[in-house]
């Protein structure tokens, strides 16, 4: 039955509600209506009597009534008067039996009338006129609400965009709590009243509003020598009925002897009330891998994007990201049993790094773990909403030698997340079953160490991935030269667990510091108790620490130190301006002798890739700039993309190449250990896929992010995590629907560039279809080149004709392109739509024709020949002009013209 026909229109709160609401809705108002007249006119008649009598007027609520000689009409008005407020809902109201034992009215017998000795007509009046308000009407609540969630939730959104301090966003509160409340007395209305009253004036409040915890994590209290990890609870003590701080229990081991540690874990503080409570020297701030992945899980669509890479298509001899790694397809089944064959089955990787949070002081520095989600697609895999912050170690006197205490919440959940637990997710009403792993771990070489308990780079052992012997000792400097990889014996995951294991039975400090020197650990590592985690395999080797800001910055000290002029540190300069390179990729700070040293990974990046070679021509002598071109070609190989088997070998046979002739020329004083690691980037990528996949570009922006936050200085690994915690907050919410259409859109500062649109949206296979067709030879034919899926023109164009001559050479590289169809002169128009610039997947490509985009107009290119082979060597050329041409024949499949985008070059080479 449908109750909609229950319920009739109530014009107080006009909408539809049940009969009885609307009855008790209007006998309130009548009942109201009819005391407010029936009060008026016993007032006029009391007035008229008292002046006829020419006394003066006394109130009729104090009058006594034996005293008085009123008249049948004013006897009988009063008793109306009385039965009619009686019966109101007032808060005066009472019935008869309440009224005849009440010791507050006076009630005479003949009359009937009663005594109020406590009020006067002006008060019952105002009672009558402002009645207490009926129910507020539910659309108006629903419009307050909404109004104020978007105002507040722009104002969050706008304090962590522009990086507003808590102390700036509370003055802000303030003021607009004044300034509603002025506005709301000077304009009278319903609505705005609503608002002033609930518009929340402090920061406090304001996170009540929205419901937000900004301390939805864990807090550890940190001891400053041993690291040891305590609850604020434990830390506490009474003694003599006063409660102090307890010192650390830490126990360590001296000549076989043990001590306890004895620091302190709290200080006593005095409050601003006279209070006095005790503060942790140190916090450590945790955050639930578990509640973490729940959220992710919680956003629509992220569950499904994390099944995408199972759709992929690519070709055998490729590698195009880590799930073509070996680690990931060892990891399809586990002993036997699926794994990430599995849906919702999923692989993260654990980032580790140390950073400074403020400017001006390079003594203070915190460390986080991060971990990202590998199922995810790579375009969405290293964004920051999809970023997990497990913890932030907070600044300490000295770095702590291990890790193990900051990973042990999280080594306990991973352990639950193995086994399989049921998460709440967008997928389903019901809770699932989800299971994950930690498949990778990078970072740099000194974090690296101390995750996985190795020595460092600096010892007998130095190396994480084999056991060679690198000779030296105190006073003598380690040489890492030697590259004969068969002689190096490769560490194996079985040994260093038995041998991880035993450090902790070895009770001496002097035996123990032997054995650990011996086979080149350090400790017990916490990610062993994971059954899964392979302690050799797991852990990578940065491209950017070890290629960048390693050998190539290492490698310009050393023609500095050697005697490379400032002549010729000038002509380097020179070179760099004369070179036009594209926007995205910025240009390298100018006075390259003085500021090479502060050069950002990215910036060497650049120099390796883009500038050296041209900039070292005839400046290095022939030996050292063809080392430094194998070097320059080695990183140009294994930086791509989508990396074959056959360029993986030869980036490998180039970097053992390099460091070879770097230590016959240079000496064996040169080689750094960063070289040694170059050769063991073969075996990373085959186990982790192409170095996009892992390398550390991505973490070092997560750093940025976090140091831009602004903080008072003290207890900064609280201040950010909690404000990550406000970021987090901002990808779950949901967002009311009333007014999201005219306010949504200005809550945003994403990039508005439809090809950034298309990277997020598109598949894998869409996007290396594109990128094929620039490395393709001969030329592919036919249907790939009428998917325009990713090429994207501007709007605005000019109108131009083609000649006879143009139109024939186009007419050839059409015959190229679409060998399955017969073109003639007939069928090309001569109009064509010129432009500056375009965009193909994300890269823009500029021309001559645009001055804006003149840095992107140079094209280096391997051109192909009259039969549709493409030559080896690939030459630069600037574009002169960007034109769709027009196709008079239609496909017959299809109803729209065949459009190709072209690019005229410039005759001649640079």
Same mark, same amino acid.
């Given at each position: 039955m449908d109750e909609s026909r229950n319920l009739v229109l109530c014009h107080h709160c006009d909408q539809l509600v049940s009969r009885s609401t609307r009855n008790r809705h209007e006998n309130k108002r009548n009942r109201e209506e009819v005391l407010r007249k029936s009060c008026q006119k016993s007032e006029s008649s009391d007035t008229t009597d008292s002046d006829s009598e020419g006394r003066q007027h006394i109130d009729t609520t104090t009058a006594d009534p034996q005293n008085c000689s009123p008249n049948q009409n004013e006897d009988t008005a009063s008793k109306d008067t009385n039965e009619d407020f009686m019966e109101s809902d007032g808060a005066c109201s009472v019935d008869d039996n309440h009224l005849n034992d009440s010791n507050e009215f006076a009630?005479?017998?003949?009359?009937?009338?009663?005594?109020?000795?406590?009020?006067?007509?002006?008060?019952?009046?105002?009672?009558?006129?402002?009645?207490?308000?009926?129910?507020?009407?539910e659309d108006d609540k629903h419009i307050v609400h909404s109004l104020l969630f978007?105002?507040?939730? /722009?104002?969050?959104?706008?304090?962590?965009?522009?990086?507003?301090?808590?102390?700036?966003?509370?003055?802000?509160?303030?003021?607009?709590?004044?300034?509603?409340?002025?506005?709301?007395?000077?304009?009278?209305?319903?609505?705005?009243?609503?608002?002033?009253?609930? /518009?929340?004036?402090?920061?406090?409040?304001?996170?009540?509003?929205?419901?937000?915890?900004?301390?939805?994590?864990?807090?550890?209290?940190?001891?400053?020598?041993?690291?040891?990890?305590?609850?604020?609870?434990?830390?506490?003590?009474?003694?003599?009925?006063?409660?102090?701080?307890?010192?650390?229990?830490?126990?360590?081991?001296s000549r076989g002897k043990r001590?306890?540690?004895?620091?302190?874990?709290?200080?006593?503080?005095?409050?601003?009330?006279?209070?006095?409570?005790?503060?942790?020297?140190?916090?450590?701030?945790?955050?639930?891998?578990?509640?973490?992945?729940?959220?992710?899980?919680?956003?629509?669509?992220?569950?499904?994007?994390?099944?995408?890479?199972?759709?992929?298509?690519?070709?055998v001899d490729k590698m195009v990201d880590v799930y073509d790694g070996k680690i990931w397809k060892d990891f399809l089944t586990f002993d036997g049993k699926d794994f990430l064959n599995s849906f919702r089955n999923y692989g993260f990787m654990l980032n580790f790094?140390?950073?400074?949070?403020?400017?001006?002081?390079?003594?203070?520095?915190?460390?986080? /773990?991060?971990?990202?989600?590998?199922?995810?697609?790579?375009?969405?895999?290293?964004?920051?909403?999809n970023v997990i912050i497990i913890g932030i170690v907070p600044s300490l006197s000295k770095e702590p030698k291990d890790l193990n205490p900051f990973l042990k919440p999280a080594v306990k959940e991973l352990q639950c997340l193995w086994k399989g637990i049921r998460l709440n997710s967008a997928l389903s009403r019901f809770p699932l079953t989800f299971r994950?792993?930690?498949?990778?771990?990078?970072?740099?070489?000194?974090?690296?160490?101390?995750?996985?308990? /190795?020595?460092?780079?600096?010892?007998?052992?130095?190396?994480?991935?084999?056991?060679?012997?690198?000779?030296?000792?105190?006073?003598?400097?380690?040489?890492?030269?030697?590259?004969?990889?068969?002689?190096?014996?490769?560490?194996?995951?079985?040994?260093?667990?038995?041998?991880?294991?035993?450090?902790?039975?070895i009770k001496a400090q002097s035996r123990r510091d032997h054995f650990c020197r011996d086979h080149g650990i350090t400790h017990y590592s916490i990610l062993l108790d994971l059954e899964y985690f392979d302690a050799i395999r797991f852990f990578t080797i940065d491209p950017m620490h070890n290629l960048f800001l390693g050998t190539a910055k290492a490698m310009f000290k050393i023609w500095v130190n050697n005697g490379m002029s400032s002549k010729d540190l000038q002509k380097i300069e020179d070179r760099i301006k004369t070179m036009e390179i594209p926007n995205d990729l910025g240009r390298l700070p100018a006075n390259i002798s003085a500021n090479h040293g502060s050069y950002t990974a990215e910036q060497w990046k650049n120099w390796t890739l883009l500038y050296s070679l041209f900039c070292l021509k005839d400046i290095l002598s022939d030996k050292e700039f063809k080392c430094w071109q194998s070097f320059g070609l080695a990183c140009k190989y294994i930086c791509q993309g989508v990396i074959s088997e056959a360029d993986l070998h030869i980036a490998d046979g180039l970097f053992v190449k390099f460091c070879t002739e770097v230590e016959t020329i240079y000496g064996k004083e040169a080689i750094k250990p960063n070289m040694h690691l170059h050769c063991h980037l073969k075996d990373i990528l085959?186990?982790?896929?192409?170095?996009?996949?892992?390398?550390?570009?991505?973490?070092?922006?997560?750093?940025?992010?976090?140091?831009?936050?602004?903080?008072?200085?003290?207890?900064?690994?609280?201040?950010?995590?909690r404000r990550f915690q406000l970021s987090r907050f901002f990808d779950g919410k949901t967002l009311p629907t009333l007014f999201k259409d005219e306010l949504f859109h200005l809550y945003t500062l994403k990039n508005n560039d439809t090809s950034y649109e298309w990277l997020e949206n598109s598949t894998w296979t869409e996007r290396y279809a594109l990128h094929n067709l620039a490395v393709a030879s001969p030329i592919p034919s036919g249907n790939v080149w009428r998917n325009e899926c990713g090429i994207f023109r501007p709007s605005n164009y000019k109108l131009s004709c083609l000649d006879k001559d143009d139109a024939t050479l186009l007419l050839t590289v059409y015959n190229l392109m679409y060998r399955d169809i017969t073109c003639t002169l007939k069928d090309l128009s001569q109009l064509i739509e010129k432009f500056?610039?375009?965009?193909?997947?994300?890269?823009?490509?500029?021309?001559?024709?645009?001055t804006r985009s003149i840095r992107s107009a140079m094209v280096l290119a391997s051109w192909h020949s009259s039969d549709g082979t493409i030559n080896f060597f690939s030459y630069p050329w600037y574009s002169e002009i960007l034109f769709?041409?027009?196709?008079?024949?239609?496909?017959?499949?299809?109803?729209?013209?065949?459009?190709l985008y072209e690019v005229v070059q410039r005759t001649g080479q640079l």
């Open positions: 009630t005479d017998d003949d009359s009937g009338e009663e005594v109020w000795n406590d009020l006067v007509l002006k008060d019952l009046i105002n009672d009558i006129e402002n009645p207490r308000p009926l129910p507020a009407k978007w105002l507040l939730y /722009f104002l969050l959104i706008w304090q962590t965009s522009c990086y507003i301090s808590d102390n700036g966003m509370a003055w802000l509160l303030k003021f607009l709590s004044s300034w509603f409340k002025l506005l709301g007395v000077i304009v009278p209305s319903d609505t705005l009243a609503q608002i002033v009253t609930a /518009f929340p004036g402090t920061l406090y409040m304001l996170r009540q509003f929205f419901h937000f915890d900004r301390d939805n994590f864990d807090k550890f209290v940190v001891c400053s020598k041993c690291h040891s990890l305590y609850e604020y609870n434990e830390c506490l003590k009474t003694v003599n009925n006063r409660k102090v701080g307890r010192k650390c229990s830490g126990v360590r081991y001590v306890e540690c004895g620091a302190e874990l709290v200080y006593k503080v005095q409050l601003s009330n006279g209070e006095s409570c005790f503060y942790p020297t140190h916090y450590y701030c945790f955050n639930s891998i578990i509640n973490s992945l729940e959220k992710l899980l919680g956003k629509k669509g992220f569950a499904e994007k994390c099944e995408e890479w199972r759709s992929r298509d690519i070709p790094d140390f950073f400074q949070p403020m400017k001006r002081r390079k003594d203070y520095s915190v460390g986080v /773990f991060y971990l990202v989600l590998l199922n995810l697609p790579r375009a969405e895999r290293f964004k920051w909403e994950a792993a930690v498949l990778a771990v990078s970072c740099d070489i000194p974090a690296a160490r101390k995750l996985g308990g /190795f020595k460092s780079h600096s010892a007998q052992r130095g190396c994480s991935r084999c056991l060679k012997f690198f000779p030296g000792g105190f006073g003598v400097k380690r040489d890492y030269s030697g590259f004969d990889r068969d002689k190096w014996e490769p560490r194996r995951n079985n040994k260093h667990r038995r041998l991880a294991k035993k450090i902790a039975s085959i186990d982790h896929g192409p170095v996009l996949s892992f390398w550390c570009f991505s973490f070092e922006r997560y750093n940025g992010i976090l140091g831009s936050i602004p903080t008072n200085k003290r207890s900064v690994e609280l201040q950010l995590m500056g610039r375009i965009t193909i997947g994300t890269t823009a490509f500029g021309s001559k024709m645009e769709q041409p027009h196709y008079k024949r239609r496909r017959k499949a299809h109803s729209t013209y065949i459009c």
